[in-house]
């Protein structure tokens, strides 16, 4: 069965400072990846997604996220914060059953202070 | 762009009634899911549709039922509202059922059973 791990429920980080959201996923099948945001309020939003190709992938907001295969992770990494980054972040994976099925993992709740 | 609208963004429901969420989407997609987002939980998939009268389970389909009688609208309605359903949904549609669709998610609808 497929599944995904975010490491750390809650990460805080200075403004200019990097942001690492991690998140780990088991798949027996080559798996594609994706990063969603949600903003206070809102529903989600599609940050990035890895299909196939370039492992290093780069997303909306300055976001990119980079597939490891050897370590099944897919971690979210911004070299500077802003404060409109806070936010709760999101890493799925589609499903080996077909229709698209989504499995998420639990969301990391990032907060930038000034 | 994608616009998916759900009928209400708070609802306030008593113990035993029926209650009926609605989300309608404006692109043509194929597919479109119901999932229930809880603290700690990260969002978990109740049902989908992949066409017209077409409906499958997702992970946590007890006390819920789906109706899918045109391609734009997809309704979610709760038998006979528990206080355990007390969470926040969210309606998202994809334009097919290939694994690296991107998913477009509504605003939510924070449901509280009293």
């Known amino acids: 069965a497929q599944s995904v791990t975010q490491l750390g429920s809650h990460v805080s980080v200075s403004e200019g400072a990097l942001v690492l959201l991690r998140c780990n996923y088991s798949?027996?099948?080559?798996?594609?990846l994706f990063w969603y945001v949600q903003y206070p309020n809102q529903g989600l939003q599609l940050l990035l997604k890895?299909?196939?190709?370039?492992?290093l992938v780069k997303g909306i907001n300055g976001f990119e996220a980079e597939f490891k295969k050897s370590e099944t992770s897919f971690h979210l990494t911004k070299p500077s914060a802003h404060m409109s980054d806070a936010a709760e972040y999101f890493c799925?994976?589609?499903?080996?059953?077909?229709?698209?099925?989504?499995?998420f993992g639990a969301g990391t709740r990032l907060a930038v202070h000034p | 762009d994608v616009k998916v609208t759900q009928s209400s963004r708070y609802l306030v429901k008593r113990t035993g009634e029926k209650v009926f969420l609605e989300c309608v989407q404006d692109?043509?997609?194929?597919?479109m899911f119901w999932y229930r987002q809880d603290p700690g939980l990260g969002l978990r998939l109740i049902y989908f549709?992949?066409?017209?009268?077409?409906?499958e389970k997702g992970d946590i389909p007890e006390g819920y039922s789906v109706s899918r009688e045109k391609k734009e609208r997809f309704s979610l309605i709760l038998e006979s509202a528990s206080t355990n359903q007390t969470s926040m949904y969210l309606c998202?549609?994809?334009?097919?059922?290939?694994?690296?669709?991107?998913?477009?998610f509504g605003p939510g609808t924070r449901l509280t059973v009293l």
């Open positions: 890895y299909t196939t190709g370039a492992t």
């Open positions: 798949s027996s099948v080559p798996p594609y």
């Open positions: 692109m043509d997609h194929e597919n």
């Open positions: 998202a549609s994809s334009p097919t059922g290939m694994g690296t669709d991107t998913q477009y």
């Open positions: 799925a994976v589609s499903g080996s059953g077909g229709y698209n099925k989504l499995i």
């Open positions: 549709s992949y066409d017209v009268k077409m409906k």
